[in-house]
């Protein structure tokens, strides 16, 4: 019975991470969205919709990870990778108060500060490629613990 469950939290788990990296596409498509000034009101609208898509696909997938997920398998099967994992958990950490610090600053503009509003966006910019770094960290996090011969046989 521990299977299915183990099964069905990774698939609960890659589902989500394919839905994030959709919505980090949108954001990415919705950031790069060239406007005329009198467009700004329009993309910033945008932007505040994605972004709120992203934090909330970000905290349920990193929430996923750290209570029912790969950080707790990993810390079980492979206490000596438990390093990783912890720098991993403070990577969330730091995701979120990225994200809590953003959200509010994107709300708080008006249509038309466009020099704020690029500046705000070069953020939103770099914590996506953070977050980029930091999935393909997991990955590679992952694929050692799962495809690491441990020999012993023969």
């Known amino acids: 019975m521990q ?17 994030l990296d959709h919505v980090k596409q949108a954001l990415r498509v ?9 467009g700004l009101p329009r993309k910033l609208s945008s932007v505040q919709f994605t972004l709120k898509s992203f934090q909330r696909h970000l905290e349920r997938l990193m929430d996923i990870e750290e209570q029912d997920g790969y ?10 990778l438990s390093v990783r994992v912890e720098r991993l958990e403070l990577d969330h950490d730091q995701f979120r108060r990225e994200i809590r610090h953003l959200l509010p600053e994107v709300e708080a ?23 980029d770094r930091h999935d393909t960290e997991e990955i590679e996090l992952l694929q050692e613990t799962l495809l690491f011969d441990e020999g012993g046989e023969g």
């Open 3 to 19: 299977g299915i469950d183990t099964r069905s939290q990774a698939n609960v788990a890659w589902m989500e991470h394919q839905i």
């Open 30 to 38: 919705t950031l790069g969205w060239q406007v005329p000034s009198v």
């Open 71 to 80: 950080m707790v398998f990993v810390a079980e099967t492979k206490p000596h």
């Open 109 to 131: 503009l008006s249509g038309y500060e466009s020099e704020e509003f690029e500046n705000i966006c070069d953020e939103i910019t770099m914590l996506l490629e953070h977050v």
